[in-house]
């Protein structure tokens, strides 16, 4: 089983970037999948969630700049993020979860399946 995220890279705040996330050994359609990000210091925290059929969940903090969505025939999950900030530099991982809710931290032990091993995301003011 393996997630591996990709396009992360630098951008100017308020630009955006479009990460994937591609599974391998098992299959996303029969799992809740959420995207995460942890910065130096702080806990992994979960930002966007996407269920089985397809409802998703934002933190506040990325409500209506950030879309979540999967492509299950590519075995993919996305995350577009626009209109970035420099405090959304972070580590970003891609992970299939048991609970299909939002968590962070010590919040989320047990209900995570699988973790990706992450992508870099870094904005520059």
């Known amino acids: 089983v393996q997630l591996v995220e990709s396009g992360g890279g630098s951008v100017q705040a308020g630009g955006s970037l479009r990460l994937s996330c591609t599974a391998s050994?098992?299959?996303?359609?029969?799992?809740?999948m959420g995207w995460f990000r942890q910065s130096p210091g702080k806990q992994r925290e979960g930002i966007a969630t996407i269920g089985i059929d397809g409802t998703t969940t934002y933190a506040n903090s990325v409500k209506g700049r950030f879309t979540i969505s999967k492509d299950n025939a590519k075995n993919s999950l996305y995350l577009q993020m626009s209109s970035l900030k420099p405090e959304e530099s972070a580590m970003y991982y891609c992970a299939a979860q048991r609970v299909c809710t939002l968590c962070s931290g010590i919040a989320c032990l047990g209900r995570i399946r699988y973790w990706g091993r992450g992508t870099q995301v870094t904005v520059s003011s």
């Open positions: 050994g098992f299959s996303l359609s029969g799992d809740c």
